[in-house]
């Protein structure tokens, strides 16, 4: 009975995804937060958290991600990550 839910469940969750892909290609506009602007540039910037074992002690991960975006194909950026922990 387990199998059958895990299975039922991945493939529903793979046809709505591929739904949600289909709707996307349909339309040829581009549709951003700011609306559409002349140039190709952007930018963004990604943040994260996370949990980690550091030599058997637990460990809290943050990242930080932020990149240049040139003609909607090429990104030049940088990541961190930093870890903290109780010693």
């Known amino acids: 009975m387990?199998?059958?839910?895990i299975s039922f469940s991945a493939i529903l969750l793979l046809t709505l995804v591929s739904t949600a892909q289909n709707d996307s290609i349909r339309?040829?506009?581009i549709k951003t937060l700011?609306?559409?602007r002349d140039h190709s540039n952007g930018w963004y910037v990604g943040l994260g958290g996370g949990y980690s074992?550091?030599?058997?002690h637990n460990a809290f991960t943050?990242?930080?991600?932020?990149a240049w975006i040139i003609n909607?194909?090429?990104a030049i950026g940088l990541a961190a990550?930093?870890?903290s922990n109780d010693l």
């Open 2 to 5: 387990k199998k059958v839910l």
């Open 27 to 29: 339309s040829s506009e």
């Open 34 to 36: 700011f609306g559409n």
């Open 53 to 56: 074992q550091i030599d058997g």
């Open 62 to 66: 943050t990242s930080f991600r932020s």
């Open 72 to 74: 909607h194909s090429f």
């Open 81 to 83: 990550t930093g870890f």
